[in-house]
């Protein structure tokens, strides 16, 4: 497995994952794959960079995050169904920290039903600093 910076070329693959962590996390985002593809490549054209687990030169996992001056903002991080429980998220963050965030601190937002996700940001270290709640 590799890990490497996701390039324009990249994002309707990207989408397609994206499409999926929506699906599996239970986000009411209505948006179809043609719509994910094209916010994928404005995100990745301006504030966004996502680097990508590839495994024999497929895309199995993604982190899309935004530098913004006091902290690093965590948009998506997504692991493919079929790789999961493998230490794949530990991998990407872990290299994350050790070659990209080395100067701040990481923020992201999780949906509260998501209960794998809070549960594995919380082993990785991540602790709750607000809860913001909608009507």
């Known amino acids: 497995m590799e890990i490497v910076r996701a ?21 009411p985002n209505p948006m179809n794959r043609d719509q994910l593809a094209q916010r994928m490549k404005e995100w990745l054209k301006t504030d ?3 680097y990508m687990v590839k495994d024999n030169g497929c895309i199995v996992a993604y982190c899309l995050y935004r ?10 991080l997504y692991v493919d169904r079929s790789h ?4 794949i998220a530990t991998q990407l963050l872990d290299w994350l920290y050790e070659n990209v965030w080395t100067d701040k601190k ?6 509260a039903q998501n209960r794998d996700a809070v549960a594995f940001y919380k082993t990785y270290g991540f602790r709750i600093g607000v809860f913001r709640m909608e009507k």
Request: glycine share 12%; proline share 0%; aromatic share 10%.
């Open 48 to 50: 966004y960079i996502c």
């Open 7 to 27: 390039e324009l070329t990249d994002a309707e693959t990207l989408a397609g994952l994206n499409q999926h962590l929506i699906e599996d996390e239970g986000h």
């Open 106 to 111: 990481v923020r992201l937002d999780v949906l």
């Open 84 to 87: 999961r429980r493998r230490g």
């Open 67 to 76: 530098d913004d001056g006091g902290y690093y903002y965590m948009r998506q």
